[in-house]
């Protein structure tokens, strides 16, 4: 009973949990974002240089097929997804932690060295300047 027991506590973890959504989303925000690319930016693509679909694009050395149109669309959904995920997710995340980091510090700078220290701390760890109390 216990081994069933433990697997519970394993699947119900916060980090399990999380983990599993973060796959779900992920995965559906890929194909969002591939459909973004097939369906809107690889036509808007096609109209400026005359190709609605990159995927036929290829050349032939020596009987060898070289699919090069595929690896296009295939670049631009990434570097798609990577667009989107820095605007929608990498800043808004960094902007919420500076502002954390203002409302709630964590650290103070020493007066003698400008080192970040510890809020609790009463000496500098790095110059061993003693730090004043605040009032």
Request: glycine share 4%; with cysteine; proline share 6%.
């Amino acid at each position: 009973m216990s081994l069933l027991t433990d697997f519970k506590k394993f699947l119900f973890r916060g980090n399990v949990v999380d983990l599993a959504v973060a796959v779900v989303i992920g995965t559906a925000f890929a194909a969002l974002v591939k459909a973004l690319v097939a369906d809107i930016l690889t036509p808007i693509i096609g109209l400026i240089f005359g190709q609605p679909s990159f995927e036929n694009l290829s050349f032939t050395i020596n009987s060898s097929h070289f699919l090069y149109g595929d690896f296009i669309n295939n670049l631009i959904w990434f570097v798609a997804v990577a667009v989107v995920v820095f605007l929608f997710v990498v800043k808004p995340v960094q902007v919420l932690m500076d502002r954390r980091a203002q409302e709630d510090p964590s650290v103070k700078p020493c007066p003698e060295c400008t080192s970040d220290i510890p809020i609790a701390a009463r000496r500098c760890p790095l110059c061993t300047a003693v730090i004043a109390e605040a009032a």
